[in-house]
């Protein structure tokens, strides 16, 4: 089941290249193609979903063969709440992000069809890394997602593109290569203690000494901290995110991104319970610096790609401090807050994308007043906005409060001032949203054009399911919280 | 069947904001008709309750499990009991009256229809707010209103000064949400439980630190709702949104909802004394300077406003007396919300005639031109300074006379505040409708159609007729079951018990000095058609909001602005330059070592020979060793 | 012993000085030719000197392998020579032509 989910848009994407190139209905076919691909992962992910027992925490639907013997690596792949979340979150954003990139310039006439196979690629490379139970496989899918993201940002993006594509390769590389040794040191620990495997469960119960288990712990966390990503090591994400066509952003940042933080915890948590006890206090203290940073950030940008990256690493934030808080709250929170992110995102990185097409400027003194001439863009930027300020009512406000209330019951000044970010998120959305779409029409403003009903159709499933999550999100919190107890009991 | 109050105008908004172009030409009234349905039930539900055993007058509604994870768990229920019952009918009737007003007000605006959907929004979010059976809840309806505030305020976006407005609301509301959401917190901390009924049993075993701190965060929600000091500055530039608005939400409902949970959280502020003292504080303060920026604004609009600070400063000081206050603080609330909302409709509709000119300036006597308008705020006028027997002559009495048996000097104040009040509304009342014209030629003040002045009048019937909620204690002993009852305390003044009529009589002298005073400067002597620019530095303060505005620029605006350009420039800059410098030196080295391979076979051929020899003599070396 | 080694260390010492000085393709080619050929020597008196084949069959490997590097190195040289109408190997700096 696992493997045909991630097979599906890898297929697709292999389909898509063949297709003819060149004309432009034919480019038209190629992306009517991939955005069926994603349609059809995503009625496989949902009949999978439906098939999952919701009360169980451990994984599911589990496939292993034997894959490099020598190295004791398998293809092990199976599912749990957390990692079921993700691949939800992943085959919904995909046929969103294929839809609304049907009209996308590209560079220099590239061709349409080499751009919407890198998503699906990178689609199944994904479910792939959330599913992966083999700590090799895991790094083979992770390090593999680079290589989509990479020719995404570099062909496709805007000016600058190329610079951005390689800052963020070599920050992503030098993460990986931290994880890589960690890898190895698996390997010599688990040869040490008997066979040489790199099974989740196998690894679960060697024995490590302290030592050893703090610096593997931190070889996976670096590759996290620079993905997920976290305050100090997150400046490649507005660099990324500035340069990327608005759907890479989105695949980026919604999907891409939280395999950092899901990493944390199957990676971090589950095989290094020790060591994730011992580095929680410093993480939690960064999270917190990267909510106010990251939020401080976006209020003082002036280009408003980079200020919705700075918001991400603000919500990046709160989802690590909930993770490593290790209440059941709090972690459940942060899962729930991965989807509702990868949500609120994408909705904000898609509507200021379609501004910033029509405007052809980031700035944001670029506009003015638009409000008047596209009051449905205005208003669904309204909604992606203050679900990124985590209205209670939306989504996001659900998993943000779960998080600060778990916090808060474990350590109170860092609660404290993680909640002072509520109020800077108040003033990064407003900001945003007066200063482009109120106050009288500028000239210059007058070419943005209304929201069409092809983009209306991509978007408003996000906004949707925004609203719904943000009234009953009993449902997702039901699939989270067994597979969190199990993390979570694993502690010391 | 609670749930159907909210879901009248929940579906209202829905519908109408999704609804396309062809719903412009009913949108209205079926906003209208999802307000009025509500009030409607809303009455039937009271009288259910009425029919109820006076100690079981609580009505529990669960809908469903909103969030529940590991001891985090939150029900999606609504309690209606009588406090909630109160507010209801207060929203709901006030609420249907303004949407029908706005029917007239806002005949000429193509956006009318999105207008009524952010109405619907705001009453089922207040309808949310108050029957709330959870502080998560609660706080779910307290973010819904400031929302819809938020829309309603920069309604008329092409205004950058409406949209600054609106934003400026929302982020101090926020400033407020910090004490709110960390309150929900301690409480899920210390008890495990954020339902309200289940938090009010649990406050006796718990320290007192714990409760004192609580009370103080909820208490700094309660100021950034209800703009009391020091989170105020909000409110008079919310006067920006159509004035239905105004009415509705900055007067009647939203901005006392900061009252209401204070009321609401009865069981924590009676367990602190200190965190009750700081409530009584923050209303002296609010009361004072509302009354005295009331007193120097010339835009009719803000003067109210001040005036509605001041009136919830009233009621936030009754409620920080503690049981002797809760009732008085919620009669006054309901009075205020009939003769403020009356006032400011009348506010519209003289605007409405003036063509939307708020300065008091240039109106003057507007009595003859608009008879229903001046007759109707008039009898506002006469209750809000509590002219004896109308609704604000009890319900303002009973808080100064709480007040003065609590402490002295604190009742003495809330006297000169009712004092101030007299001042301010009859100045509003003498500028406007009295004295000589002093509008241009080419204005034509002309009485607002039915549909604007029926709300007018039945408003003023309430504001008249309010009182009637105080005969035989009617409200004392209706919201007993929620706030506790308490034997009546007497007024003890130098030694002497004060009757209560004894109040009433010292607060109707100062009253009357109030508008004396007032008429003597505005009624009788010539008023100047521009604001004067050489004033008294009093005055100046006052015309500045106290300067409210300068102290959070310096302190909040700027240093936060300041901060995050630093920020962002060092980020893009600094700090990524730093990190890609690095990469950049590595670069750098690699091209230093390109010198080498410059394509001679010859000196490659020496490198070999000479590393050939370092290799041979390190081994010679290792070999002898 | 010692003499054949010092007549290997001579001729080898020959050859690179010849390689690291002189321009002519074919020259240093031949440079090349006698240290290998040097090499050879040691080896073959390694051979003799310990008495088995270990030394033999290594300078019969660097026989082939020299045998394939004249075929090579001599098709190269002649490539040059018509492409720039000499063999200074510092006028072959670039491979491109």
Request: proline share 3%; net charge neutral.
């Amino acid at each position: 089941m696992i493997t045909l989910l991630a097979a599906v848009p890898v297929v697709g994407a292999l389909l898509v290249t063949l297709l003819p190139r060149g004309t432009r209905s034919q480019q038209l076919l190629a992306r009517h193609v991939a955005l069926g691909v994603s349609l059809v992962a995503l009625a496989v992910a949902l009949v999978a979903a439906a098939r999952f027992d919701v009360g169980s925490g451990g994984y599911q639907m589990v496939e292993e063969h034997s894959w490099i013997e020598p190295l004791g690596a398998f293809y092990s792949v199976g599912l749990n709440g957390i990692g079921l979340t993700l691949v939800l979150l992943t085959v919904v954003l995909t046929p969103v992000v294929i839809l609304a990139a049907y009209r996308d310039e590209l560079p220099g006439n590239r061709s349409a069809n080499s751009y919407v196979a890198w998503m699906l690629v990178l689609e199944g490379l994904a479910i792939l890394v959330f599913t992966a139970t083999d700590a090799f496989l895991f790094y083979v899918a992770f390090e593999a997602t680079l290589v989509p993201i990479y020719f995404l940002i570099g062909s496709y993006g805007g000016p600058g593109r190329q610079k951005a594509a390689v800052t963020f390769l070599l920050y992503n590389l030098l993460g990986g290569l931290l994880m890589l040794a960690a890898i190895v040191g698996l390997y010599v620990v688990s040869s040490d203690a008997g066979e040489a495997s790199y099974r989740l469960a196998d690894l679960a119960s060697i024995p490590m000494d302290e030592t050893t288990e703090r610096l593997l712990f931190l070889g996976f966390m670096a590759a996290f901290a620079v993905k997920a990503p976290l305050w100090p090591f997150h400046t490649w994400l507005p660099e990324a995110a500035a340069s990327a066509t608005p759907a890479t952003s989105v695949l980026m940042v919604s999907v891409i991104d939280k395999v950092g933080t899901f990493g944390m915890i199957r990676w971090g948590l589950e095989l290094f319970p020790g060591a994730a006890d011992w580095a929680s206090p410093t993480i939690m203290a960064l999270a917190v610096v990267s909510i106010v940073y990251g939020a401080l950030a976006a209020i003082g940008s002036t280009d408003i790609r980079r200020l919705v990256a700075y918001t991400s690493v603000s919500h990046f934030g709160f989802i690590i401090l909930g993770i490593f808080a290790f209440t059941q709250t709090s972690t459940t929170g942060s899962v729930l807050y991965m989807f509702n992110h990868g949500l609120s995102t994408a909705a904000l990185f898609l509507v200021t994308g379609i501004m910033i097409s029509r405007r052809g400027s980031a700035e944001i003194s670029a506009f003015g007043g638009v409000q008047k001439i596209a009051p449905v863009m205005s208003g669904v930027l309204l909604v992606a906005g203050l679900s990124s300020l985590s209205l209670p009512g939306l989504a996001p406000f659900v998993s943000e409060f779960l998080v600060l209330a778990g916090t808060f019951t474990v350590n109170v000044p860092l609660a404290v001032v993680a909640t002072l970010g509520i109020v800077l998120a108040a003033v990064y959305v407003l900001v945003l949203y007066q200063r482009t779409m109120t106050g009288p029409l500028t000239d210059q403003a007058k070419v943005v054009t209304d929201l069409t009903a092809r983009e209306v159709a991509a978007l408003s499933p996000l906004v949707v399911v925004i609203v719904g999550l943000g009234l009953f999100p009993q449902p997702l919190l039901d699939l989270v919280n067994p597979a969190v107890a199990v993390v979570l009991g694993g502690l010391p | 069947m609670v749930w159907l109050l909210v879901a009248f105008p929940a579906l209202g908004a829905a519908l109408l904001l999704t609804w396309g172009k062809e719903s412009d030409r009913f949108g209205h009234l079926i906003a209208t008709a999802a307000s009025a349905a509500s009030f409607v039930w809303g009455v039937v539900l009271f009288v259910r309750l009425l029919g109820r055993d006076h100690d079981d007058r609580t009505v529990t509604d669960t809908l469903f499990t909103w969030i529940s994870t590991g001891d985090f768990h939150v029900e999606m229920s609504f309690v209606y009991d009588p406090l909630a019952a109160l507010f209801v009918l207060l929203i709901t009737g006030v609420g249907t009256l303004i949407h029908v007003y706005s029917i007239g007000y806002m005949e000429h605006d193509e956006r009318r229809r999105r207008f009524f959907a952010f109405l619907n929004l705001f009453v089922a979010a207040m309808l949310v707010l108050v029957l709330a059976g959870d502080y998560l809840v609660l706080f779910l309806g307290w973010e819904g209103v400031g929302l819809a505030s938020y829309l309603l305020i920069g309604f008329w976006q092409h205004k950058p000064t409406a949209a600054a407005a609106a934003k400026k609301a929302f982020v101090v509301n926020r400033v407020g949400d910090i004490g709110m959401a960390l309150a929900i917190m301690l409480m899920f901390k210390e008890f495990g439980t954020t339902e309200i009924a289940a938090v009010g049993d649990s406050v006796a075993g718990t320290a007192a630190s714990t409760i004192t701190a609580l009370g103080l965060l909820l208490l700094l929600g309660a100021c950034g709702k209800s703009a009391q000091v020091p989170l105020q500055s909000w409110l008079l530039d919310a006067m920006e949104g159509p004035t239905p608005v105004s009415a509705l939400i900055h007067a009647a409902t939203m901005v006392t909802a900061g009252v209401y949970l204070v009321v609401r959280s009865n069981a924590i502020f009676d367990a602190s004394e200190t965190a009750r003292t700081a409530v009584v504080v923050v209303g002296l303060v609010t009361l004072i300077a509302g009354a005295i920026i009331g007193c120097a604004k010339d835009d009719i609009k803000k003067a109210l406003a001040g005036s509605t600070m001041s009136q919830i400063g009233y009621m936030m000081l009754a409620a920080g007396l503690g049981p002797a206050g809760y009732a008085f603080a919620i009669f006054h609330l309901v009075t205020h919300g009939f003769f403020k909302a009356n006032m400011f409709l009348g506010a519209g509709s003289v605007m409405h005639a003036m063509d939307d000119d708020v300065n008091m300036r240039h109106y003057g006597a507007l009595r003859t031109a608009l008879p229903v308008t001046f007759a109707t705020f008039g009898l506002g006028y006469l209750a809000i300074i509590g002219f004896p027997g109308f609704s604000g002559f009890f319900s303002k009495d009973k808080i100064i006379e709480a007040a003065l048996a609590h402490n002295v000097w604190i009742g003495l104040a809330t006297v000169l505040g009712a004092g101030i009040t007299a001042f301010y509304m009859t100045r509003l009342m003498a500028m406007t409708f009295a004295g000589q014209k002093r509008w241009k030629d080419e204005v034509h003040p002309h009485e607002s159609p039915r549909v604007m002045t029926v709300p007018l009048m039945v408003l003023a019937a309430a504001s008249v007729l309010g009182g009637i909620l105080l005969l035989g204690d009617w409200i004392t002993d209706w919201l007993e079951p929620v706030v506790g009852h308490t034997e009546h305390e007497h007024v003890v003044i130098l030694g002497a018990e004060w009757p209560p009529i004894a109040v009433s009589a010292l607060v109707t002298v100062v009253v009357a000095v109030g508008v004396a005073l007032a008429w003597f400067t505005y009624g009788r002597r010539e008023v100047a058609g521009e604001t004067p620019e050489k004033v008294s530095f009093l005055t100046r303060f006052a015309r500045n909001d106290l300067y409210g505005d300068t102290v959070n620029e310096w302190v909040a605006v700027r240093p936060t602005m300041t901060l995050a350009r630093g920020i962002a420039r060092f980020d893009q800059h600094g700090f990524h330059r730093a990190i890609t410098g690095a990469v950049g030196l590595i670069g750098e080295g690699a091209s230093s070592m390109r010198a080498w391979q410059n394509g001679f076979v010859r000196s490659y051929a020496l490198g070999v020979f000479v590393g050939a020899l370092a290799l041979t003599l390190a081994l010679l070396v290792v070999i002898w060793r | 012993m010692s003499d054949l080694l010092s007549l290997s260390m001579i001729l080898f010492t020959i050859g690179a000085v010849g390689v690291l000085v002189r321009r002519n393709a074919l020259i240093v080619f031949m440079c090349v030719e006698l240290m290998l050929n040097a090499t050879n020597l040691a080896f073959v008196a390694f051979a003799r000197e310990h008495g088995n084949l270990d030394g033999q069959l290594a300078a019969f490997f660097v026989m082939v392998v020299a045998a394939a590097e004249v075929v090579v190195g001599l098709a190269i040289i002649i490539a040059i020579h018509r492409s720039r109408g000499s063999i200074s190997v510092d006028e072959v700096r670039q491979v491109r032509g």
